[in-house]
């Protein structure tokens, strides 16, 4: 019969929680946020705003290298198309936004 009322909790434990519990737990929510943000989110936006930036500095001569692993040295450029020389009189249109990286800037 003990084990019956100590799991109704009269068996001189007691029945609430810790006091502070839901601060710990608060404090856990806020330390977990905090290392997500440090880690995970603020390395990606500052990504995010290199590759941006690298997207609107594309110019015309610029060695470039495409998602997909073409190499090419863009001939011409709108807003959203970029045309890449890929070889002598080999011309291919790609979306800017396919741009992985600048591998060499044009000299002035």
Same mark, same amino acid.
């Given at each position: 019969? !003990?084990?019956?009322?100590?799991?109704?909790? @009269?068996? *001189?434990a007691?029945?609430?929680? #810790?006091? +502070?519990?839901?601060?710990?737990?608060?404090?856990?929510?806020?330390?977990i946020?905090?290392?997500?943000?440090?880690?995970?989110?603020?390395?990606?936006?500052?990504?995010?705003?290199? !590759?941006?930036?690298?997207?609107?500095?594309l @110019?015309? *001569?610029?060695?470039?290298?495409? #998602?997909? +692993?073409?190499?090419g040295?863009?001939?011409?450029?709108?807003?959203?198309?970029?045309?890449?020389?890929?070889?002598?009189?080999?011309?291919?249109?790609?979306?800017?936004?396919?741009?992985?990286?600048?591998?060499?800037?044009?000299? @002035?």
């Open positions: 019969m !003990t084990g019956i009322a100590y799991a109704m909790g @009269a068996g *001189g007691g029945g609430g929680a #810790a006091p +502070g519990g839901d601060m710990n737990f608060i404090f856990v929510m806020v330390a946020f905090a290392i997500f943000y440090f880690l995970l989110i603020r390395p990606q936006q500052k990504k995010q705003k290199e !590759t941006k930036a690298m997207l609107d500095n @110019a015309h *001569g610029d060695m470039v290298i495409t #998602a997909g +692993g073409l190499h040295k863009i001939t011409a450029i709108t807003d959203q198309i970029v045309t890449l020389e890929i070889a002598d009189k080999v011309k291919v249109k790609v979306s800017r936004s396919h741009i992985s990286g600048v591998t060499q800037k044009a000299t @002035a």
